[in-house]
């Protein structure tokens, strides 16, 4: 069973599938902690706020509140809601938490693609044809070969930052993992005009790209 914080259908708005129409399968914990997460709400797992699953379709806005759902209830869901993408994104919270390959595997057979967005802090469990978004969160739970592994298995790197420090880790990450990503995204970290100056600068300067998101610049979930 997976826990379902909510599920939209929407734009992607970050990295490489930037503009694809996407379904998002948001799932319920993260124990890593991050200081400027913009999804707090999916943190804590409190068996209180157990819901429906279409109760986690119908939030008018961000709560804890999360249901259990199987890969074939997701896909269930998505054919009674009617939903026309054919792109599905499993984020959280941190998806790794739990084996993505069920829900992965069902979703191939039925024609979506997929891709996990993650922390690079727990094993990632999921198909070959997943693309996986990497959004290492150095130093943080996991360790090192968690982090190198998922690294290793990344399409993409996609790098919130905000001061030069968040350039300087990275860089200092790849060094340490030997890992070379061919796409590399910086991600200004909450629009902050600062933050979107220094990622700009740094991708001229390295031959790396931009991912805003797009989204919140929309006010579009
Ligand atoms: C909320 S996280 C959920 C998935 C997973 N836990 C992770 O960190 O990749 C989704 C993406 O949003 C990024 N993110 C979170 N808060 C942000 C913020 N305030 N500004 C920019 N990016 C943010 C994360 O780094 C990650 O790339
Ligand atoms: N439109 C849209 N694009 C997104 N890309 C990554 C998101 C996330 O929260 O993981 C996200 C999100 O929440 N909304
Ligand atoms: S790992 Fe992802 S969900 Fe967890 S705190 Fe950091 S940004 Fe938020
Ligand atoms: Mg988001």
Redesign the pocket.
């Known amino acids: 069973m997976y826990k379902i914080n909510e599920v939209f259908e929407t734009i992607q708005g970050?990295a490489s599938f930037t503009g694809t129409p996407s379904i998002f399968l948001r799932l319920q914990g993260?124990p890593?902690g991050?200081s400027?997460?913009?999804?707090k709400q999916?943190w804590d797992v409190d068996n209180v706020y157990k819901v429906s699953l279409d109760e986690t379709v119908e939030k008018k806005a961000d709560s804890d509140h999360w249901a259990d759902a199987s890969a074939e209830q997701v896909l269930e869901l998505f054919k009674s809601r009617g939903y026309t993408a054919k792109h599905v994104v499993i984020?959280?919270?941190?998806?790794c938490m739990f084996d993505l390959n069920p829900v992965c595997n069902l979703l191939h057979e039925q024609g979506f693609t997929t891709q996990i967005?993650?922390?690079g802090t727990f094993e990632i469990l999921a198909p070959e044809q997943t693309w996986v978004?990497?959004?290492p969160?150095i130093n943080m739970r996991g360790g090192y070969e968690v982090l190198t592994s998922a690294m290793k298995r990344a399409n993409e790197i996609?790098h919130?930052v905000a001061m030069q420090k968040h350039v300087e880790e990275l860089e200092a990450l790849f060094a340490k993992t030997g890992v070379n990503p061919k796409l590399v995204y910086l991600?200004?970290?909450?629009q902050k005009v600062s933050a979107t100056k220094l990622a700009i600068d740094t991708c001229i300067a390295k031959n790396w790209r931009l991912s805003i998101?797009v989204h919140k610049y929309l006010g579009i979930s």
């Open positions: 970050e993260c890593v991050c400027w997460c913009d999804t999916t984020t959280g919270g941190e998806p967005e993650t922390s978004t990497v959004s969160k996609k919130p991600q200004p970290i909450s998101q």
